[in-house]
């Protein structure tokens, strides 16, 4: 089966959008409106337009694929952000994202060579 592939404008455009939202995000979050920066950051958008693009890439296999490990990682990113929420007061912006980060990747890696 021949695989489909993204035209180069279609990227452009997902860059367009990507910078947007965390354009939005930011400014919202710098205000003082975290609630909101939360709302758009987790709005589905994103996760739709991926299971969009993967869809006409790869089908329906690859998007409940993704879909599926998408809730396998929900554990790592919890521990990311329980990372962050606990070290930033303690070690600072730089050190408490990167080691955050780190144990997000270790956890990430190590449920994705579990199953």
Known sequence: MKKKTVDLRLLIA???IGGLIISAVTYFGSRGNS?????I????????????????AGGTGA?????KSMLLLVPAWLLYVIGVIFLLPRLGL?????ISVVVYTA?????MRLT
């Open 35 to 39: 609630l909101v920066a939360v709302f």
């Open 41 to 56: 950051a987790f709005f589905p958008g994103t996760s739709l337009i991926t299971m969009v693009t993967i869809y006409l």
């Open 107 to 111: 956890a990430a890696l190590l449920t």
């Open 63 to 67: 998007t409940i694929s993704y879909a």
């Open 94 to 98: 730089a050190l408490s994202l990167v």
């Open 14 to 16: 997902y860059f367009i």
